[in-house]
C-alpha cells in the first residue's frame, strides 16, 4: 500500500471509492475544487497495482469568526471494504493533520460522523483522540443525525 498526495488524475478513482462506500457523495468538480484550492490536504491511498482503495478529501474551513483560529475541515473519508483494517483510514487522516498544521498553521481539524457509524466513530475518537462537539439533528440527507466531532492539532 502507497499513501501520497492526491493528483487531478486521481479524481475519478476517488469519486469511484466515494460511489461504492457512502451514502453521500460528491460531483466530480467538487473533488477538482478540493484539489486545487488545498492542493496538500487530501490524500489517496493505492494498491501495488497503482488502483485507488482509500482517499481522504479535505479542506481548511473558509468561513471563520473574526479572531477565530484557521482550521481544518474532513470532508470525505473512504476505504474499499476489501482493505479495510489495515489502518490506512488513519494514515490517511495522519497525513492530511500533518499537513493542515504544516502548510495553514492550522489549530484543530473538525470532521461529521453518522451517529449510527460505529466503527468511524471508534476511529476518530479513540484511536486518533476526537471528542464530540455537538450533535447535528437531520444533517444528512436522509434526516440521521451527526456528531460534530474536533481534535486539537499540535504545531
Do not use: F, T, W
Given at each position: 500500500m502507497n499513501i501520497r498526495l492526491?493528483?487531478?488524475?486521481?479524481?475519478?478513482?476517488?469519486?469511484?471509492?466515494?460511489?461504492?462506500n457512502l451514502p453521500e457523495n460528491y460531483t466530480l468538480r467538487y473533488y477538482l475544487y478540493h484539489a486545487l484550492t488545498w492542493p496538500q490536504l487530501s490524500y489517496v491511498a493505492e494498491d501495488h497495482n497503482g488502483r485507488i482503495v482509500g482517499y481522504i478529501l479535505a479542506k481548511m474551513e473558509e468561513e471563520t469568526e473574526e479572531g477565530?483560529?484557521?482550521h481544518g475541515h474532513v470532508t470525505s473519508i473512504s476505504v474499499l471494504r476489501s482493505y479495510r483494517r489495515l489502518?490506512?483510514?488513519?494514515?490517511?487522516?495522519?497525513?492530511?493533520?500533518?499537513?493542515?498544521?504544516?502548510?495553514?498553521?492550522?489549530?484543530?481539524v473538525?470532521?461529521?460522523?453518522?451517529?449510527?457509524?460505529?466503527?468511524?466513530?471508534?476511529l476518530y475518537r479513540d484511536t486518533l483522540g476526537f471528542t464530540v462537539e455537538k450533535i447535528e439533528a437531520k444533517y444528512y440527507n436522509d434526516g440521521e443525525?451527526?456528531?460534530a466531532m474536533r481534535l486539537e492539532l499540535k504545531p
Open positions: 492526491a493528483r487531478a488524475e486521481d479524481l475519478m478513482g476517488m469519486q469511484a471509492c466515494n460511489l461504492n477565530e483560529e484557521p489502518g490506512l483510514a488513519k494514515k490517511l487522516m495522519m497525513q492530511s493533520q500533518e499537513a493542515m498544521v504544516g502548510v495553514y498553521k492550522a489549530a484543530y473538525s470532521l461529521h460522523v453518522r451517529q449510527s457509524n460505529r466503527a468511524a466513530i471508534g443525525d451527526a456528531y
